[in-house]
């Protein structure tokens, strides 16, 4: 079973980029079948599916849409995360997982990486 | 988007009680539809996926049930290590959506 791990600043300035790395070890990132995907969940709130890339295809939350950038890198079997513009709204733990459709939607979950939005 | 509606918010229970989190979505799934258990720090762990099929090492206590757009997760005599949140996630369509989640606490 695959593994994954987040990596990336825990602190962000307002207006600036956020950019988290998912590495996923166990497997190839290349392997068909998977969506590989972002959730964020805010402090004390709900999980929140920010978007997923499979084959070459890419989904986003439309809520988010104009600001996420999801990509992979193959060469390295990451797969990142960008969001732009962050305010402090965007303050929350953001998870990578990978979905094996496959086999029902089963698969795994990074530990999650807490990333604050502030000045 | 489809909307997932979970119920109840909280759950007060006692050990040994059987309890029932439901889901309802705005359109039916496909059995698109999986169920987390999520602790405090941690991330979701995933329990049931396709409605009720038991992920790999999960007590056969949790049970899941349902079609098209109503779906439950019951736990069966509850243990100490289940008094967490629960999570109901749909991945029929995109966006995929979860539901607000359910705090199983002690009574």
């Known amino acids: 079973q695959v593994q994954l791990q987040e990596s990336g600043p825990g602190l962000v300035k307002p207006s600036q980029t956020l950019s988290l790395t998912c590495t996923v070890s166990g497997g190839s990132i290349s392997t068909g079948g998977y969506h590989w995907s972002w959730i964020r969940q805010h402090p004390g709130q709900g999980l929140e599916w920010i978007g997923h890339t499979y084959h070459s295809a890419i989904h986003y939350n439309p809520s988010l849409q104009s600001r996420v950038t999801i990509s992979v890198d193959m060469s390295k079997n990451q797969f990142s995360l960008k969001l732009s513009s962050v305010t402090a709204a965007d303050t929350a733990v953001y998870f990578c997982?990978?979905?094996?459709?496959?086999?029902?939607?089963?698969?795994?979950w990074g530990q999650g990486t807490l990333v604050t939005v502030s000045s | 988007d489809i909307q997932m509606t979970q119920s109840p918010s909280t759950l007060p229970a006692s050990v040994g009680d059987t309890v029932t989190i439901t889901c309802r979505a705005s359109?039916?799934?496909?059995?698109?539809l999986a169920w987390y258990q999520q602790k405090p720090g941690k991330a979701p762990s995933l329990l049931l996926y396709k409605v009720s099929h038991l992920e790999t090492g999960v007590p056969s206590r949790f049970g899941g049930s349902g079609s098209g757009a109503e779906f439950t997760l019951t736990i069966s005599s509850l243990q100490p290590d289940d008094f967490a949140t629960y999570y109901c996630q749909q991945y029929n369509t995109s966006p995929w959506t979860f539901g607000q989640g359910t705090k199983v606490e002690i009574k």
């Open positions: 997982a990978g979905y094996l459709m496959g086999a029902g939607g089963r698969g795994a």
């Open positions: 359109q039916s799934l496909n059995d698109w």
